[in-house]
């Protein structure tokens, strides 16, 4: 991924041109006062970059898991005894 850089002053005066950088594999950074202040990208590029947007608990929730069935048999022998010496 490669980058172009625009002050505000550029930015504003080649609006067009920023955005047709942004729309390749380009992420424009815009400075102000020479500092990098915004970054222009495509909302593809943006999309792939934040991901899908689902959180740990909806892909951890598995909705298509409901249909299966599961039983589990318990032992009815006790549970073994521990040595802490």
């Known amino acids: 991924m490669s980058k172009r850089t625009y002050t505000s002053r550029e930015f504003n ?11 390749g594999d380009t992420v424009v950074f815009i400075t102000d006062r ?12 943006y999309n792939r970059l ?3 947007g689902r959180s740990i608990v909806d892909m951890l ?17 006790l549970p073994r005894e521990v040595d802490l010496s």
Not at 13 to 23: D, G, L, Y
Not at 34 to 45: F, N
Not at 61 to 77: H, L, Q, W
């Open 13 to 23: 005066q080649r609006v067009s041109e920023a955005k047709k950088t942004a729309e």
């Open 34 to 45: 020479g500092a990098p202040a915004h970054v222009l990208m495509s909302i593809e590029k």
């Open 50 to 52: 934040v991901g899908t």
């Open 61 to 77: 929730a598995m909705p298509e898991a409901a249909d299966i069935e599961f039983e589990i048999t318990r032992s009815k022998e």
